[in-house]
């Protein structure tokens, strides 16, 4: 919420994509949509004319990279017995628009300041 509030007072919307199921975090923020009931090639669509996309380690962001989407990608030791070459699941990004954060101990532990710098470079 807090991360998501310092991006709407730089003046950006943030669009939430991702599975069906996944929980609104707003429900009264003008500027935060929940997108996941669309197709996800339909997210995709929408997620490539962003200005910046924030992503986890997963399939959206190996997806975004291979169309050199500007991304953030936020990475921990979450997988078990994953104990070196902690960048493995980092995705690759053809057009080395991707800033890979890594942090021990969960996603908690994010400085979402620093977020927000690395996404002030893509502005």
Do not use: R, W
């Not at 399939?59 to 921990?76: D, H, N, P, R």
């Not at 902690?86 to 800033?99: D, S």
Request: with cysteine; net charge negative; proline share 3%.
């Amino acid at each position: 919420v807090k991360m998501i509030n310092e991006i709407n007072s730089l003046g950006y919307k943030v669009f939430h994509f991702g599975g069906f199921n996944e929980p609104e975090i707003f429900t009264d923020n003008a500027n935060y949509k929940i997108l996941t009931n669309l197709p996800i090639i339909e997210q995709y669509k929408l997620a490539l004319g962003c200005i910046c996309n924030i992503n986890t380690n997963s399939g959206s962001g190996i997806i975004l990279g291979a169309y050199g989407a500007k991304q953030i990608t936020l990475l921990t030791d979450d997988a078990p017995n994953h104990t070196q070459n902690l960048l493995a699941f980092a995705p690759l990004n053809y057009k080395n628009n991707n800033v890979n954060m890594f942090v021990k101990g969960g996603f908690d532990k994010i400085n979402y300041d620093e977020i927000i710098d690395h996404m002030k470079i893509f502005i």
